[in-house]
C-alpha cells in the first residue's frame, strides 16, 4: 500500500527527510514502519502553492507533499473522507519529524497465486 499525504516537518532531529527514509507511521492506535519513497514537492504553508518540484530533502518547517510505502497492508482513508483516519504523524528513534494527513491512497493489486488460496 502506498499514499500520498502532505506534511509538516518539524525540528526534532538534525537528520533531513530524504527519499529512501525509514520511519514509523502512528495513527490512532496504529504503528507501523514505513518509508517515504518519494519527494514530489515542497509547498507554501500560506497561499498553497508548489515552491519546488522533486526536492532533494525536506528540511525543518517545511510542508511538502511525499509518499509513504507500507510494510503491510493498513488500514488508511483519505484525510476529506474520513479526518480522524486521514491524521497521522511520522516517527523516528522516538521523536516526532512530521505530522500530515492523508491525501490519496495506491492500493496494490494481489497477484493471481494470491487468487487461489481461498
Given amino acids: 500500500v502506498r499514499a500520498r499525504a502532505q506534511v509538516i ?5 538534525a537528520d533531513p527527510i530524504l527519499r529512501g527514509h525509514q520511519c514509523v507511521i502512528h495513527m490512532q492506535s ?6 517515504v519513497t518519494r519527494l514530489l514537492s ?7 502553492e508548489v515552491k519546488r518540484v522533486k526536492p532533494r ?3 525543518d518547517g517545511v510542508s511538502a507533499l511525499i509518499e509513504i510505502k ?12 474520513y479526518k480522524q ?9 522516538g521523536k516526532t519529524i512530521a505530522a500530515g494527513i492523508v491525501v490519496d491512497i495506491e492500493e496494490s493489486k494481489p ?7 481461498f
Fill in 42 to 48: 515542497i509547498i507554501d504553508r500560506a497561499s498553497g
Fill in 111 to 117: 497477484s493471481s497465486a494470491d487468487d487461489n488460496k
Fill in 85 to 93: 483516519r486521514g491524521r497521522f504523524t511520522l516517527r523516528r528513534h
Fill in 57 to 59: 530533502m525536506l528540511g
Fill in 30 to 35: 496504529l504503528k507501523q514502519p514505513c518509508k
Fill in 9 to 13: 516537518t518539524f525540528s526534532a532531529g
Fill in 70 to 81: 507500507f510494510q503491510r497492508a493498513v488500514c488508511l482513508e483519505k484525510y476529506c473522507d
